[in-house]
Structure formats: structure tokens, C-alpha cells
């Protein structure tokens, strides 16, 4: 592991803000938890404290949704101009830009991951998505629709829809982009449609989403719009996913915590529901992919942010031909990575986010060599202080194995070869998740091939991890319902009401009815 500072202006503004313990963001102000409890968030790299957060629970979410239902109801936000509130969204994507360094720093220190990379992907794409869903606050209308005679016989109608936004959304999002997935892949969307939002963000990760919250307030966002109350799952999330005067949960996380919410959801008011969970994706080279650009791509495709992106391609796919230089290839590859603490210049894989984290990942590893795999480089812990663990490559599994049927989330791979298309979309499309899948060839039809056949929400073509702001992002099967990001993740936080204004006068009971 390596230990050189990663020199940084903004150091300085991270430990400040480090240096008191942190609130939670109720009503437009940084408030104790009623309990007064608070929970300790650490440096997964070091395992040393960072700082205290106050603990929000039942009492905190009851508070927080008070406000974004008063504020919704006052329409400081709803009602506000479109412009006004492009502006301030806008506003609030340059502060985040202007605040980079510190929310890169902030952010590798409470996941782990290298500030060097939070600082190119995660901040910037975060402001880019408040830039992106600014420009959609003054698309927020309707349309006039002819109505058929058939409607009510012999009237005349002017209809028109209008979008409406849908009133107060609870986010609950996980810890492997903290801020990203929080403010940028549900906040920006959310607020540009006019709602206003309590957000409960994993208490792994509540550094850098509630420094965010500070910009927030400092871009324009009226009190009581945007709410965080870090806490825990089970009774901070639960309130909020069960709670009667929510009228949306935009929930990104596991498979196995989404059913819960929707049987929270189902079981209290029917709130609307977007999730975005899990994913074992495939990645596929085909036998006449330029390996020179396949080979580092699939490994980063698996080992980016230390596997723990939820469309990681942790399944590969390899032709028969070339499958023994791509196994030699990605190992090769893995054995290069740099390890180490992601406030060092020289680290290209932090920590694991948590000791919780390291456990599963280690489990996983060992059930696959309990099932008969093979492990061609990895599969251990390193050091004695953080929760690291080496990029792990398997080869000799089948989609029978536990390590290749779930969701591991972390840095380890598992190669399958496959003879042709028809064998590889059946093998890659044997899983329960379809969130991310990604395909290596120079045969453009073999490309466009795969492209069609896989079930999953994403493609990637001679690339992995591209994610953009207007292009939407979700789940085929149990990985999700409905898309962040792009047009769609818009529409999704909108309402869409029907107005009829009859023009002829006549009033007479109609008995045609839907
Ligand atoms: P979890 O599902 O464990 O947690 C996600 C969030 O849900 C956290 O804030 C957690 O709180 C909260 N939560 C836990 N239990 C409940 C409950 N009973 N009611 C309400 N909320 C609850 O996921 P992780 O944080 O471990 O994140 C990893 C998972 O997220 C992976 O499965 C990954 O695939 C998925 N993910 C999906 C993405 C996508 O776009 N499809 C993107 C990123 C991640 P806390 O942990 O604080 O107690």
C-alpha cells in the first residue's frame, strides 16, 4: 500500500468542517436530533473517527416531513417562477463546482474512495445533474388534446393536460456515491419538478450530502425544502418509507431493502415508488474485441470504485478463443492496483466502505472457493487497519455458484468462457437483476446484436461506467422500477393532471364514463 499525502488546497476546509459535530438539516436549519443521539462515521482507510453526527430517528422524520409538507403547501418553492427556480438550481450545480476540492476530500475520507477520482467524477457529475435538471424547470407543461365526439355526444371541449409536481418526496439512497446518488441522481430531478424532500442518506457516508445541504441553503433553497436526516435503516428509513404524508419514496439501494419499502409503501398510503437496486452484470468479449482496450476496460468495468457500483461488470463473459489471454489480461491488470488510502495521490483502490462491507465481500470469496472455484489473483484482506481487500478474479464458476448469483459488491470477478450468441445471451441473461451490461467487439452487427438481446437497462459498447445526466438509468427486472437521470427521472417526479372545460354550454348528465 502506498502513503504519500495527496497535496490539496482544500484540506483545510474539510477538517474545519470536520472539526464540529454534525447536524441535521431540518426547516432550513442544522438541528440536534430530538434524542439528542448522535453516531460516529469513520475512515474506513484508518478505522480513526472523523467526526459525530446527530442520529435522526422517528421523531427527527416526523419533524423533517412537517417541514417539506409546509413548505410544499406555501409554495415558496412549488409556486415559485420556473425561472426563479432554474436559477437557483443552477446556482446550487455551481457551488457544487466551486466547493469541489472539499467535497472530493470530504467524500474519499467517509467512503474511502480516491479524492483524486471523487474529484473528476463524483462532484463533477453531481453538479452537472443540478446544470442538466435546471434546464428541464421550464419544460414543467402541458398539452391541448382534441376530444372525440364520442366523449359526451354533440359538446365541445378545450382539454389540456398539466404537470404538476407530486408534493413531498423521501429519498433514501446507499453509501457508494453518497453524493452523487443523493443530491445529483434523485435531489436535482426532484426539485426541478417543484417537490420538496426529506432525505435519509446511508449513515455510513453523511459528510459530504450534509456540507451539500449548507450549499443548498446557501444557493437559494427556501426553508423547509430540502430536509437530510442521516440515520438508521430501520427506524429513520422505515418512518419515512411508511410515513402517511409522503407522497413519494425515490429509494436507491439493495434488492433485498427495496422489497421492504415497498411493503412499507403498499402497507401505509400507496406513496408513488421509483427503486433503483441491485445488479450482477454481465460483461462480454467477443472473440474479435481489440483486447488492448477490452482487457483494461472489463477490469475497470469490475474494479471501479472497488466493485462497488451497483451495475459493476462482475459477471465476464469470454469467447472460447481468446479466453485464456483475456483470464491472463484482467489478472495481470488486478495485480497492478494500487491499494491504498484515497487521500493519497498514488491509490488507485481504497477501502471497502465498512468492516460490515469487508465481511461480505470476504464471505462471498470464500463461498466461491467452497463451490469449487478457482482464484487466479486476490482474495485476501490487507493490513491490519482499514477494510481493504485485493481486486479478486475467479475463474471455474457456474451460474449456480452464490458468488456469481448475487450481488457481492466489491472487487471480485468471476470469468465464464462462452461459445457463441446464442450461448452467451443465455448465460448472461440467467440472472434475477438486469441493470448494466456491457459488450467488447469490433463486429458492429455483433454489437447491435447483444445490444438487443440482453435484459437490462444499460449497455455499454467498447466502454463501461459511462454515466451522463440525460441519459436515463434503471432496472430490468428485480433490479428496480422506473429511471434516474435524464427526461424520464424528470417526468417521474411530475403528476400528470387532465382538465376538461366544456365550451357549449349544455350541462346534462353524460352517461359515457371511464
Ligand atoms: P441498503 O439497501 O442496505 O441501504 C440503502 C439505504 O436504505 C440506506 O440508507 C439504508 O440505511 C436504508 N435502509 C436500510 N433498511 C431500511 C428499511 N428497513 N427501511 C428503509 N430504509 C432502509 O444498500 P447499501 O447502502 O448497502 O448500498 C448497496 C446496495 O445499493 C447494492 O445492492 C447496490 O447495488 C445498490 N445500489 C443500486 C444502485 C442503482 O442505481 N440501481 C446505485 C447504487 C447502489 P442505513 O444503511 O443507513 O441503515
Not at 480513526?48 to 416531513?65: C, N, P, S, Y
Not at 354533440?154 to 446518488?181: C, M, S
Not at 450482477?280 to 476496460?297: E, N, R, T
Not at 465498512?354 to 487466479?376: C, F, H, M, P, R
Request: proline share 4%; glycine share 10%; with cysteine.
Amino acid at each position: 500500500m502506498t502513503n504519500t499525502l495527496l497535496p490539496n488546497a482544500q484540506y483545510g476546509s474539510a477538517a474545519q468542517f470536520l472539526s464540529t459535530p454534525k447536524k441535521l438539516l431540518i426547516n432550513g436549519e442544522f438541528v440536534d436530533a430530538a434524542s439528542g443521539q448522535t453516531f460516529v462515521t469513520i475512515n474506513p482507510a484508518t478505522e480513526e473517527k472523523l467526526t459525530d453526527i446527530a442520529r435522526g430517528g422517528v421523531e427527527d422524520i416526523d419533524r423533517a416531513v412537517t417541514a417539506a409538507r409546509q413548505a410544499f403547501e406555501h409554495g415558496s418553492w412549488s409556486s415559485m417562477t420556473p425561472s426563479q427556480r432554474q436559477r437557483i438550481l443552477y446556482r446550487l450545480g455551481d457551488l457544487i463546482l466551486e466547493n469541489a476540492d472539499e467535497l472530493a476530500w470530504l467524500e474519499s475520507l467517509d467512503n474511502g474512495k480516491p479524492a483524486s477520482v471523487a474529484r473528476v467524477a463524483d462532484v463533477p457529475l453531481t453538479a452537472d445533474l443540478f446544470h442538466y435538471m435546471a434546464g428541464w424547470v421550464r419544460t414543467l407543461e402541458g398539452s391541448v388534446v382534441p376530444v372525440s365526439d364520442l366523449a359526451v355526444p354533440g359538446a365541445e371541449f378545450h382539454a389540456y393536460t398539466l404537470r404538476e409536481p407530486i408534493g413531498v418526496v423521501g429519498l433514501i439512497t446507499p453509501w457508494n456515491y453518497p453524493l452523487l446518488i443523493a443530491a445529483g441522481w434523485q435531489m436535482a430531478a426532484c426539485l426541478a419538478a417543484g417537490n420538496t424532500v426529506v432525505l435519509k442518506p446511508s449513515e455510513v457516508t453523511p459528510l459530504s450530502i450534509l456540507r451539500f445541504g449548507e450549499l443548498a441553503l446557501e444557493a437559494g433553497i427556501p426553508e423547509g425544502v430540502i430536509n437530510i436526516v442521516p440515520g438508521f435503516g430501520t427506524d429513520a428509513g422505515a418512518r419515512l418509507s411508511s410515513h402517511p404524508d409522503v407522497d413519494k419514496i425515490g429509494f436507491t439501494g439493495s434488492t433485498r431493502t427495496g422489497r421492504g419499502i415497498l411493503k412499507a409503501v403498499a402497507d401505509s398510503n400507496l406513496k408513488k415508488i421509483t427503486l433503483e437496486l441491485g445488479g450482477k452484470s454481465p460483461d462480454i468479449i467477443m472473440d474479435d474485441a481489440d483486447l488492448d482496450v477490452a482487457i483494461p476496460g472489463a477490469a475497470e468495468g469490475i474494479f471501479f470504485n472497488h466493485g462497488q457500483c451497483c451495475c459493476a461488470g462482475s459477471r465476464l463473459y469470454v469467447q472460447e478463443k481468446i479466453y485464456d489471454r483475456v483470464v491472463a489480461g484482467i489478472s495481470d491488470y488486478a495485480k497492478t492496483i494500487r491499494l491504498g488510502s484515497g487521500q493519497d495521490a498514488n491509490t488507485q483502490m481504497g477501502p471497502l466502505v465498512s468492516k460490515n462491507q469487508e465481511n461480505t465481500v470476504l464471505g462471498y470469496i470464500q463461498s466461491g472457493l467452497d463451490e469449487g472455484a478457482e482464484i487466479t489473483t486476490g482474495g485476501h484482506k490487507v493490513g491490519d487497519k482499514g477494510f481493504f481487500v485485493e481486486p479478486t478474479v475467479f475463474v471455474n464458476t457456474n451460474s449456480q455458484m452464490k458468488m456469481v448469483r448475487e450481488e457481492i459488491f466489491g472487487p471480485v470477478l468471476s470469468i465464464e468462457r462462452f461459445s457463441d450468441l446464442e450461448d452467451l445471451v443465455q448465460k448472461a441473461n440467467n440472472t434475477e437483476f438486469g441493470l448494466g451490461s456491457g459488450v467488447w467487439t469490433t463486429d458492429l452487427s455483433n454489437a447491435h446484436k447483444v445490444a438487443k438481446a440482453i435484459r437490462a437497462g444499460t449497455v455499454f459498447i467498447n466502454c463501461y461506467n459511462v454515466f451522463d445526466a440525460a441519459m436515463p438509468f434503471g432496472g430490468y427486472k428485480q433490479s428496480g422500477w422506473g429511471r434516474n437521470r435524464g427526461k424520464e427521472a424528470f417526468e417521474a417526479y411530475t403528476e400528470t393532471k387532465a382538465v376538461y372545460v366544456r365550451l357549449d354550454g349544455i350541462h346534462h348528465t353524460s352517461f359515457a364514463c371511464g
